[in-house]
């Protein structure tokens, strides 16, 4: 396919993502099942154009006057690409398979794609909803903010220690050009090609053989920072897919015992099979099973019970910006009270002395530290753990990250322009003896 086609394709697919409410991810994969002469380049050139566009939705649609999916194409060109209307208009010659030429209108405003007059929500490219919200945590710095959480974001792999040292698994991957973290020690980054295609890391010898795993910088330092210790008892109330508990089985060198829990037995599907290929023993999986008690024996007794909670995601649209566009009051309040009750039925496991570890991978406040204070208001005997100590689980570099993050009372805030990883919040809370 031409590169015009493929711009073609991107407007084809968001006029389609527009008419029926689905998931991106499905939408795209639809659209190359019908379209098999489609290869494999020319999917993910298209899939990055689409992404890209639903990165800056806002900000094109404001360029352009408009919300029409050529619109939003043709303003990400300008905004997000820095193609000048010149270059744009070699794409749009209405040649076989290429957009329409531009109009008068359309060349004119990719001729000046200024967004200073814009409102702050346009410039940092986030819903107009969420605004009070985001300026209560970021202030002035909202759209600076808003901007990184638009921008695209790298593959980061975890180095599984209980299989591979981080230069081992570095030099296993050296044709990928990986980079160190900037937190934390078990961080390898590749920087993505200019479609933003990421390699296919899940083929390669060193993620079959269970040596790195992918997991956001963000997320690693999260339960770095939980610090589950050898010989410990753990408990992963709301484990998914498993990401932390593998990570929390490394960092405890398969010494102890991890319980891993969900309340969707479908979302600990995939974990049995990573257990294995990471090589880790340490790990007791506890699916739900209908109304009976399953963690009814650890209560009182779990050194650390981790409470990655259900959340908006809102730290995460870098990597889905179309839930950006899709996240809604009422989820926000769903989510609220989803997180206050798992928090609340987390403390029941938790041993005098041991601690309680809530992460979220939202920006909000009211997913965040208003949990925690509303916690402690109801848990008197819960108190968080200052940043600056639990910082001290990553070593040296976490005192960088207690000044690159946002610290509060309630715990530490990572965004992608404050850390380079996707918006976490990581708050620890000490049980009283
Ligand atoms: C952010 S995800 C977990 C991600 C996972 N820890 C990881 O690192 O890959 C949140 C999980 O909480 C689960 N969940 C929602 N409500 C829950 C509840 N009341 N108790 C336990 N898990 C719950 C969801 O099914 C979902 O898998």
Redesign the pocket.
């Known amino acids: 396919m031409t590169p015009a086609a493929r711009i073609s394709a991107a407007i084809e697919i968001l006029a389609a993502l527009a008419a029926r409410s689905r998931p991106v991810a499905d939408t795209l994969k639809d659209w190359g099942l019908s379209h098999r002469f489609a290869g494999s380049g020319d999917r993910a050139a298209i899939a990055g154009l689409v992404y890209d566009t639903l990165r800056r939705r806002a900000s094109a649609a404001a360029v352009m006057g408009s919300e029409a999916p050529r619109a939003l194409v043709l303003g990400m060109l300008a905004t997000l690409r820095g193609l000048d209307v010149a270059a744009i208009a070699r794409y749009a010659d209405d040649s076989r398979f290429a957009p329409a030429p531009l109009s008068a209108d359309e060349e004119a405003r990719l001729a000046n794609p200024s967004l200073a007059d814009a409102p702050p929500f346009v410039r940092g490219d986030y819903p107009q909803w969420l605004h009070a919200s985001l300026r209560h945590v970021f202030g002035e710095d909202v759209v600076a903010e808003g901007q990184a959480l638009a921008a695209r974001a790298p593959l980061d792999l975890r180095v599984n220690s209980l299989k591979a040292t981080p230069e081992a698994a570095r030099a296993a991957l050296s044709h990928l050009n990986p980079e160190p973290g900037r937190y934390s020690p078990l961080a390898l980054r590749i920087v993505l090609d200019a479609d933003g295609k990421a390699p296919p890391v899940s083929a390669e010898p060193a993620f079959l053989h269970g040596e790195v795993e992918v997991q956001d910088e963000g997320?690693q330092i999260a339960a770095i920072l939980a610090q589950p210790l050898p010989g410990t008892q753990v408990l992963?109330?709301?484990?998914?897919?498993?990401?932390?508990?593998l990570e929390f089985a490394a960092l405890m060198d398969n010494k102890g015992q991890i319980y891993a829990?969900?309340?969707?037995i479908r979302?600990l599907k995939p974990l049995h099979e990573r257990l294995t290929r990471a090589g880790v023993r340490n790990v007791q999986v506890r699916s739900p099973r209908g109304a009976e008690p399953v963690l009814a024996d650890l209560e009182g007794h779990m050194d650390l019970v981790l409470v990655?909670?259900?959340?908006t995601g809102t730290g995460t649209w870098r990597r889905n910006p179309d839930a950006k566009w899709r996240v809604r009051p009422g989820a926000l309040a769903q989510r609220t009270a989803?997180q206050a009750?798992?928090l609340e039925?987390a403390t029941q496991y938790v041993k005098p002395g041991g601690r309680l570890a809530y992460v979220t991978?939202s920006l909000l406040d009211e997913e965040n530290g208003a949990q925690i204070r509303a916690l402690m208001a109801k848990c008197p005997d819960f108190a968080p753990i200052p940043p600056a100590e639990t910082v001290l689980a990553l070593g040296t570099p976490g005192l960088a990250l207690k000044d690159a993050a946002l610290a509060s009372r309630e715990g530490l805030l990572l965004t992608p322009r404050r850390t380079g990883t996707d918006g976490f919040f990581v708050s620890v809370l000490r049980r009283a003896v």
């Open positions: 997320s992963d109330l709301c484990a998914g897919a498993g990401g932390k508990t829990h969900d309340a969707d979302r990655d909670a259900p959340c989803e009750k798992i039925e991978c």
